[in-house]
């Protein structure tokens, strides 16, 4: 996959990887199934843009205490990725380069930020930076890596989704998930069609 994405890698394009946090990976507060097995995924990938010195991108959630998304503030989900704690660090096996951008999210009292596009600046800093094509891998690939594709479709960008570089909370909820985002126009396998 290493010499197949450096192979389809051009001027114009960035990489961002969405929210490869402990607490999304196996042992985390809101484990998605074997979701660390992205990471060499994302590390080749993460390698090849470098290579090529294009820019790089990772989000994250950094939820505060009473965040609205958490259960007990009537959110779907158990507390996770608490501002400053292990579990919102970012996975130590991903391979993010010293000059990576991050891109923090979640951070609202009032709402959710599942896109990393939502409220963040991010597509100004991409249209600053000459992007015009973002790769896309990280977690959970039916909640936060869906709504990044899709606001970054709509935003202009074109989006492929690295191939093994996501994964889902429910495997029918990634099958969702990717027939809603190749009906956007994310392109799902890249180099073919």
């Given at each position: ?34 979701g660390?097995r992205v ?7 993460l ?47 991903l ?16 709402k ?6 939502d409220?963040?600046?991010l597509a ?62 994310v ?7």
């Amino acid at each position: 996959m290493g010499d197949a994405i450096d192979a389809m890698l051009r001027p114009g394009d960035a990489l961002l990887v969405v929210d490869v946090q402990n607490d999304f990976c196996p042992g985390g507060r809101l484990p998605i199934p074997q979701g660390d097995r992205v990471i060499p995924v994302l590390n080749r990938a993460l390698e090849a843009a470098r290579a090529r010195g294009l820019p790089v991108y990772a989000s994250r959630d950094w939820h505060p205490a009473h965040h609205p998304s958490f259960a007990q503030q009537g959110g779907p989900w158990p507390p996770h990725c608490l501002q400053d704690t292990p579990g919102a660090a970012f996975h130590p096996d991903l391979d993010l380069p010293a000059e990576c951008i991050i891109v923090t999210k979640g951070t609202r009292f009032d709402k959710d930020q599942y896109s990393a596009f939502d409220e963040t600046g991010l597509a100004e800093e991409l249209r600053r930076r000459g992007v015009q094509r973002l790769w896309i891998g990280g977690l959970a690939e039916d909640v936060c890596v869906e709504a990044t594709a899709l606001d970054a479709v709509g935003l202009g960008f074109g989006v492929a989704l690295l191939p093994g570089g996501a994964l889902p909370v429910t495997s029918e909820g990634g099958e969702q998930a990717r027939a809603r985002m190749a009906r956007a126009g994310v392109v799902l396998q890249p180099g073919q069609g």
